[in-house]
């Protein structure tokens, strides 16, 4: 099968943080375009996406076009990520992904100053009875903001992007999520992929516990505002062969006071010290926290990475954490 009938995940293709034009994204607007240009009594007859054998093809493009209409203020992207969503099948789509593109085709819409209704009037027009029904029923609702339907919007070095987002509070002082983009473009550029950020998450106690945990109660309670980031180990990057075992969790935290930071860091330190199959790295600026977090995720799966190994990210991460330091307003 040919690159164009694909979204690569390990090239980044299933984010939509930082998405960078592909071959697949011409053909599936070529296939979106001509169901629309159909004629109604043909349209049951257009294969939906004859050029792909993945399901979630025209849903990972219906995503990625909210992105590209903001980037290149062009309506037409917003249309036919409407148009991917009427064409999908709800039988081979996760019924909770099935309307998740809308919000961000409604937000693309507006940030480009148009108004979304229409055009979800017209794309439900387009779509058979189940989907007609999804879109109709999202534009029967109140206008939620995006983090009601768990995503924010980020301003990255390419352009407007979005991530995840999820319910824990999140107050921070200063701009946490430039912060975390810029930890996943380093784990990234390191033998992972670039990793998916989640803000809003919490910064787990399970991986220090054992230390102090008096002290780690304490500076958990201190937690402003915190960030998570999944990434894959690469496939080149595993000498057996089996990537998909293996992975790294990165967690961020904005805390109310440097000495709690500095709390954190030092039962990172003294963890990381203790022999484990699970390899850990603390890093700490200010009231900045982060702990990289790389394991097997299946037994009897060998890690890749030893506390010691993850120290190579120490330099980058700390560089990182230092320019939203003390010249930073969250310092």
Known sequence: ??????????????????????????????????YAAARPE???????????????????????????????????????????VALLDPRRVDP????????????????????????????????????????????????????????????TPSGPGFVDMSVEP?????PLDRVALALADAIGSNGYERGAVTLATKMPRIWLEGVDDAALSHALRAVRAAASIHAGLQPATA???????RGMIVFLAELADAPSAAGLLRIAEAKSATPSEIALLGVGAGRLFCLLVARSFVQGVAPVETSRSL?????????????????NPIA
């Not at 099968?1 to 995940?9: N, V």
């Not at 000498?239 to 075992?245: L, Q």
């Not at 560089?319 to 330091?325: N, T």
């Open 170 to 174: 999140y107050d921070p002082a200063g």
């Open 239 to 245: 000498a057996d062969g089996d990537h998909e075992s």
């Open 311 to 327: 120290r190579r990210f120490e330099p980058r991460v700390s560089e990182i954490l230092r320019d939203y330091g003390p010249s």
């Open 42 to 84: 043909n349209r049951a007859k257009h294969p939906a996406a004859p050029i792909s054998d993945d399901p979630y093809a025209l849903w990972q493009f219906a995503r990625r076009c909210a992105v590209f209409a903001m980037r290149e203020r062009e309506l037409d992207f917003v249309v036919d990520g409407l148009t991917a």
């Open 1 to 34: 099968m040919s690159a164009a009938t694909r979204y690569d995940r390990w090239a980044g293709d299933y984010s939509i943080t930082d998405p960078v034009p592909r071959p697949m994204d011409m053909a599936l607007r070529a296939v979106c375009r001509g």
């Open 96 to 155: 909770r992904d099935v309307s998740s593109p809308l919000p961000l085709l409604a937000y693309a819409a507006r940030a480009i100053g148009a108004g979304p209704e229409p055009l979800f009037a017209a794309a439900a027009e387009l779509a058979p009875t189940e989907m007609r029904e999804v879109i109709a029923t999202f534009l029967q609702r109140p206008e939620p903001s995006l983090r009601d339907w768990l995503y924010a919007a980020v301003e």
